[in-house]
């Protein structure tokens, strides 16, 4: 009993859980998303309905919007209303820790050594690390991997075709999570095609045995596609994904950005493609499975990307799983008892009392969390803000002001994209300039707030004249030769520092010094 309790894998999910409790206390909470999720759940759970119009802004107030991840905000805020910042950091440790104990506990029950175990699990934590944040895509990337690695059982026939029915289900509630649910649609699209196409040319390898089986899979796949539009705006949601993607992001948001081989992140996702390309090239001249190319679709989109880095990580992972064992690559793991053969299941079900340890933990520090008992990592207190990354520093300042905002006229400031999200949890009565909601602001704004931030930022003046705001909360420039709006607000005389912090600036507009 003792050792079924205190198996690999629990020993692996409490590991990568105080990990990610202890060196995550800040990082996990760096995305400037994670508090204007927090804010939408709560706007959203307390008027009983989805939101429809922009609340937070001045610039785009009142505006039609899409809460396009409405189900998994109102989650985290009702997980913050409970715990707080504490709560969303042990639900992000905790379900991370769980997608990638699965992945390990997938390996180990295939029949590969704790080594290469431990290898490829670095490997992906270390490429998908940089998205490990508290907001919905952490649940993007776990249903992804359960989607792939239903769709590689079905090709390898450990399950039938009919189980891919589950997947409608699934993405009825994943569409409603996060936008993420396009990757799994589109997953399932590749293998269904290969699959089809291979049965009607009567070549290749396919699980579609018979018509009725090919009809089903046709049918199964569309009303997947179908599922995103069970949600509260109906084709609203998928317009605003789409919106999302018309948008050149890669020059505005960090992590939309192509991958960057000067990088640690580039090289390990380079490691891992390569690694999964030579996999692959092990089972030829064998006949080659749909499931098995998919990564490579997505190795080609984490380059473009590097948000979608940890989704091709988990992807290379669970086609490793299925693909090694058999391809010339076998012989030599199992000569040096890297691998050991598993029976004709390849990969057997998993022990559920490994998980009573880890439930046992993660309760109690939940329940430790909601009673305010202080104590490290497990209880209160816990999470903290970088404050070089957030201006907590300048909370008082921000929330006097806040304190002093009309309700009927809410005041205005001006800030950097990735601030928003820190003034509309923070300041709630304020109304911010931008933040990183891209489908509202659109890329002509966009596009306008990135020129006047690295090469005019003299048009924040042109922009107060137009909308009349008062401060202007902006990102601290420690480069006093480049353009930034820091710079052009300490040399103007009509602009007052009235706060700083590491990361941040606080200015105040004196109109007086203006007419002078």
């Not at 079924?4 to 990610?20: D, H, K, N, P």
């Not at 119009?53 to 919007?65: L, V």
């Not at 803000?385 to 809410?410: C, H, M, N, T, Y």
Request: glycine residues 8%; aromatic residues 10%; contains cysteine.
């Amino acid at each position: 009993m003792w050792r079924r309790l205190l198996s690999a894998e629990t020993g692996i999910f409490l590991g990568l859980w105080l990990g990610l409790m202890l060196f995550g206390r800040s990082t996990l909470l760096r995305d400037p998303g994670t508090f204007w999720h927090v804010e939408v759940g709560r706007e959203i759970l307390d008027s009983g309905s989805v939101l429809r119009s922009d609340p937070f802004s001045f610039t785009r107030g009142a505006r039609p919007w899409t809460a396009h991840q409405w189900l998994a905000e109102c989650g985290m805020a009702a997980v913050h209303g409970l715990s707080g910042f504490d709560g969303l950091l042990l639900a992000t440790a905790t379900l991370l820790a769980a997608v990638y104990t699965w992945l390990a506990s997938r390996m180990l029950r295939a029949g590969f050594h704790p080594l290469p175990v431990g290898v490829v699990l670095a490997a992906v934590l270390l490429a998908g690390s940089h998205q490990f944040h508290a907001r919905p895509l952490i649940v993007s990337i776990g249903l992804l991997g359960l989607t792939f690695a239903w769709l590689i059982d079905v090709d390898a026939g450990r399950r039938p075709l009919r189980w891919l029915w589950w997947l409608v289900p699934v993405n009825v509630v994943w569409a409603n999570l996060h936008a993420g649910v396009l990757a799994g649609i589109g997953t399932l699209g590749l293998c269904a095609a290969w699959w089809l196409f291979a049965w009607l040319l009567g070549k290749g390898h396919t699980p579609v045995r018979c018509r009725r089986e090919a009809i089903e899979l046709a049918v199964l796949t569309l009303l997947s596609v179908l599922a995103v539009l069970v949600n509260p705006y109906g084709l609203d949601l998928p317009r605003a994904w789409l919106a999302t993607l018309a948008i050149p992001l890669p020059g505005l948001i960090e992590e939309h950005a192509p991958l960057d081989l000067r990088d640690p992140l580039g090289w390990t996702t380079l490691l891992l493609g390569f690694g999964y390309l030579a996999a692959l090239i092990g089972v030829f001249p064998g006949r080659l499975r749909a499931s098995w190319l998919v990564p490579l679709v997505w190795f080609v989109l984490a380059c473009q990307r590097v948000r979608n880095v940890p989704l091709f990580a988990i992807m290379a992972a669970i086609g490793c799983v299925d693909l090694l064992p058999r391809s010339r690559w076998a012989g030599w793991l199992k000569r040096r008892e890297m691998l050991q053969p598993t029976g004709a299941e390849g990969v057997p079900r998993p022990d559920a009392r490994a998980t009573i340890l880890p439930l046992i933990v993660v309760v109690a520090a939940a329940v430790l969390q909601i009673a305010g008992v202080s104590a490290p990592v497990v209880g209160r207190g816990w999470a903290r803000f970088d404050p070089v990354r957030w201006p907590v520093g300048l909370l008082a300042e921000l929330q006097e002001i806040d304190r002093k905002s009309p309700e009927d006229a809410p005041t205005r400031i001006f800030n950097d994209l990735s601030l928003g999200g820190f003034v509309i949890h923070h300041a709630p009565k304020l109304r911010v300039f931008i933040d990183d909601r891209c489908a509202l602001y659109g890329a002509e704004f966009l596009q306008a707030y990135e020129r006047a931030r690295r090469e005019d930022p003299a048009q924040l003046d042109r922009w107060q004249a137009e909308y009349g705001f008062r401060y202007a909360l902006v990102e601290r420039n420690a480069d006093e030769e480049a353009a930034s709006f820091d710079r052009h607000l300490r040399s103007s005389a009509r602009w007052t520092r009235i706060g700083e912090s590491p990361g941040a600036v606080l200015y105040r507009f004196d109109p007086t010094a203006a007419e002078e």
